[in-house]
């Protein structure tokens, strides 16, 4: 496979990692948490698991 010419207005599109997922939970007290994420994995179907970074 050889080199591809990138449009510079098209270059942001390839620093971007997809798809990108909200990780929600809620702590003892009822407060809701969130943060997003880049980089998920499948770990385990049964209990059905995911690694996140």
């Given at each position: 496979m050889g080199l591809i010419e990138v449009k510079?207005?098209?270059f942001v599109y390839l620093?971007?990692?997809k798809p990108?997922?909200?990780i929600v939970s809620i702590?003892?007290?009822g407060?809701?948490?969130g943060?997003?994420?880049a980089w998920l994995t499948p770990t385990s179907r049964d209990p059905p698991l995911?690694?996140?970074a």
């Open positions: 510079p207005r098209s620093l971007q990692p990108v997922a909200i702590d003892s007290s407060k809701p948490n943060m997003s994420a995911l690694a996140v």
